[in-house]
């Protein structure tokens, strides 16, 4: 299939223009920004169907040329966190057919981000009659699994098994995914599509040679830093242990993007644990940053740390490479895939402050004589181009299948 497509896009509880490293917004909405850029790049038309996080605001918004932001109104639900969005659901779906009634809209694919919203994007299904793909970003199973002490609503594990038998596939981002939702997807005859995230090249980049030389010589203390919201699946506590076992004498910075405010749960205890371990000075709370600024706080860094317990894909570590700056991980999501220890970062076990410290030690002498290019290199074919023309490839061949059917 080659003419153009209408897609709606569902991403009911996370809003693509919500601030980065807030509550329920990250990585996820810079992936449906990049993607629907991409598609619309190529001619097709793409509407995303989010909720209204702020009262008042535009219902429609055109972004750009062929993409509009519709923002679904159902009163209350503008300040819940997404764990209380499930009874609100037909609400949603109420408002995209009101919406879809009065634009005289209609769609060839149905594509679900999230849980919360393939349960509306099944419905839909049900009355459009078009394709339902999925891209889960996360699961629940694979959470719990990764951390014992990590409890999930059995509802939600019920509803993406039943998700999973129903749509007409699924788009993981990673191998592991893929190979974990292997054996559940073949008992429930699900295609599963392997379509990687991708890095805007040509904002992520290093700086010119002279330029850096001279940059990281001048930057005293080094910078290692960590991007992402202050969940305890993203490890950051592990972090700041692990920057307390550095060498004295190096005595590099952490410093932390992401977090609601200071005055939140998360942040008050980030902070009390910097105090216990007498690391005040040494870690920086930034707060959300915009993601146009983020190029420029990765050039800053001389490391970037994702300690993660879990990642569906972990777009920082793609970032970081990107723009040419060595990464210290765990293996999880797409670093499995990208991180080659002596090229461009090391690993470190999952929730092992000493085994991340080692790995912050060794990136850290990495960055000191490790061209940026190579490293850039390593990535270079996770760009968003690409990741497109695989999604229209799934696309076309769920609408292909569709019309055999």
Request: net charge negative; hydrophobic share 40%.
């Amino acid at each position: 299939m080659t003419e153009p497509l209408n897609i709606a896009v569902l991403s009911i509880h996370s809003s693509p223009i919500g601030t980065l490293g807030t509550g329920d917004t990250g990585g996820m909405s810079i992936y449906l920004l990049e993607l629907v850029r991409a598609l619309a790049e190529r001619g097709h038309k793409i509407d995303i169907f989010t909720r209204v996080l702020v009262r008042g605001d535009a219902p429609l918004i055109e972004y750009g040329s062929r993409i509009r932001i519709i923002q679904l109104q159902v009163p209350g639900t503008e300040n819940l966190v997404k764990n209380k969005l499930f009874g609100y659901l037909p609400d949603y779906q109420r408002e995209i057919d009101k919406f879809c009634q009065q634009q005289h809209a209609s769609y060839h694919i149905v594509h679900s981000n999230y849980w919360l919203s393939a349960v509306v994007g099944d419905s839909l299904q049900s009355t459009w009659g078009c394709p339902h793909l999925i891209t889960f970003h996360t699961l629940a199973r694979f959470k719990m699994a990764a951390r014992q002490d990590h409890v999930e609503n059995p509802l939600r594990v019920e509803e993406e098994s039943r998700l999973l038998a129903r749509c007409d596939g699924v788009m993981v981002a990673t191998a592991t995914e893929r190979d974990q939702l292997a054996t559940l997807a073949e008992s429930a005859k699900t295609p599963v599509h392997l379509v990687p995230l991708g890095v805007d090249f040509d904002r992520f980049k290093p700086l010119p040679d002279a330029v850096e030389k001279v940059t990281r010589s001048r930057r005293r203390p080094p910078v290692i830093l960590f991007v992402g919201r202050f969940d305890p699946m993203k490890g950051v506590d592990t972090a700041v242990k692990a920057l307390a076992l550095l060498d004295e004498e190096i005595e590099p910075e952490l410093h932390l993007v992401g977090g609601d405010s200071p005055e939140s749960e998360a942040e008050v205890r980030l902070v009390s644990l910097v105090d216990d371990l007498g690391l005040q000075g040494r870690v920086r709370f930034n707060g959300s940053v915009d993601h146009q600024r983020m190029p420029e706080m990765y050039r800053q860094a001389d490391i970037v740390v994702v300690p993660s317990y879990y990642e569906s894909f972990g777009l920082v570590v793609l970032e970081a490479l990107a723009s040419g700056i060595p990464a210290a991980v765990t293996p999880t999501g797409i670093a499995v895939e990208t991180i080659i220890p002596d090229l461009n970062g090391y690993f470190a076990a999952i929730g092992d402050s000493r085994s991340l410290a080692r790995a912050m030690t060794d990136a850290l002498a990495l960055a000191r004589h490790q061209d940026p290019f190579l490293i850039r290199r390593s990535v270079q074919s996770y760009d968003w181009s690409r990741v497109a023309d695989l999604v229209f490839s799934v696309y076309s061949g769920a609408l292909l299948r569709s019309e055999t059917c």
